[in-house]
Nanobody
Framework: QLQLVESGGGSVQPGGSLTLSCVVSGFTSNYYSIGWFRQAPGKEREGVSC??????????YYADPVKGRFTISRDNAKNTVYLQMTDLNAKDTGLYYC??????????????WGQGTQVTVSS
């Protein structure tokens, strides 16, 4: 059974950093997209970042608000995807979800979602 389990959320001051982790289990394929969505209070979920694996190659995508500040990466040996977040600001506050998309290269149509991990940026 496919599972996505996030961790690493927390409270941080503006300008601070956090690294989110997503452990993937029950999934074996070299063709997929995995990434992160977030949902701020009172707002719709939005895509944050995506890592596409197409056989032996990978590519990454970032939403404009996080470009240059967030970095997505993976450790295949640990079946884990990371989201390194730096220079955080209040607009980054929200519930962050790990997603897996087996149908598109940019995480547009996630098939699976984690339970979410809360990120709060506040002074």
């Amino acid at each position: 059974q496919l599972q996505l389990v996030e961790s690493g959320g927390g409270s941080v001051q503006p300008g601070g950093s956090l690294t989110l982790s997503c452990v993937v289990s029950g999934f074996t394929s070299n063709y997929y997209s995995i990434g992160w969505f977030r949902q701020a209070p009172g707002k719709e979920r939005e895509g944050v970042s995506c890592l596409n694996s197409d056989g032996g190659s990978t590519s990454t995508y970032y939403a404009d608000p996080v470009k240059g500040r967030f970095t997505i990466s993976r450790d295949n040996a640990k079946n884990t995807v990371y989201l390194q977040m730096t220079d955080l600001n209040a607009k980054d506050t929200g519930l962050y979800y790990c997603v897996l998309d087996q149908d598109s290269p940019t995480c547009d149509r996630p098939n699976s979602w984690g339970q979410g991990t809360q990120v709060t940026v506040s002074s």
